[in-house]
């Protein structure tokens, strides 16, 4: 589990303000801080669902949010990306997906049926297929097969973005 880079913060208010974000959805809490960043960047009336499969760290990040008083905005549903999001209903503005990358592919549909046109998707954890972080890590053809079928797919504009490796979708 790594954490979100800080400089990245304001990147969700710009997303939260063209999507006119009231629901955001992630996938891979870990101890809650982009959730947390989610949430203010949606401003008081947005809520923010994230995903989280270590009880561990679901229970840490729910802490974190009882503490800064965003808890009745953030809701942590336990258990893995690939468990969670086929008993999800409702349309997410804005989608960050920062979990077990090895799970991508299989969440393309439910991205289809969890968004609306407008809504944005933002994918982490690219790096195994562009080199990032070492070469031993698994994962790359599930990343290679999530990014071809994401560029593919009729309802999705992608942008994979050069050194970050993260892709931006608009949901069309």
């Known amino acids: 589990m790594f954490p979100s880079d800080p400089l990245q913060a304001p990147l969700w208010t710009v997303l939260a303000s063209l999507t006119h974000a009231r629901l955001m959805l992630e996938v891979g809490c870990g101890h809650g801080y982009t959730a947390a ?14 995903i989280e499969g270590d009880p561990h760290h679901a229970e840490l ?21 690939q468990s969670v999001l086929p008993k999800l209903k409702g349309r997410y503005d804005v989608v960050f997906l920062d979990g077990d ?21 933002v994918t982490a954890n690219l790096n195994p297929l ?43």
Do not use: K, N
Not at 39 to 45: I, R
Not at 155 to 160: H, S
């Open 101 to 121: 990358w090895r799970e991508y592919p299989s969440y393309i549909p439910h991205l289809r049926r969890l968004t609306r046109p407008g809504s944005i998707i």
């Open 130 to 172: 562009f080199g990032g972080w070492g070469s031993s890590l698994p994962g790359r053809q599930a990343i290679r097969s999530y990014l071809t079928r994401l560029v593919r797919d009729p309802q999705f504009r992608t942008y994979v973005v050069p050194g970050e490796w993260h892709s931006i979708s608009v949901r069309v």
């Open 37 to 50: 960043v989610m949430a203010s960047a949606g401003g008081p009336d947005c809520h923010v669902d994230t």
């Open 61 to 81: 990040a729910e802490q974190a949010f009882l503490q800064r008083g965003l808890s009745r905005r953030i809701r942590v549903l336990r258990g893995r990306g």
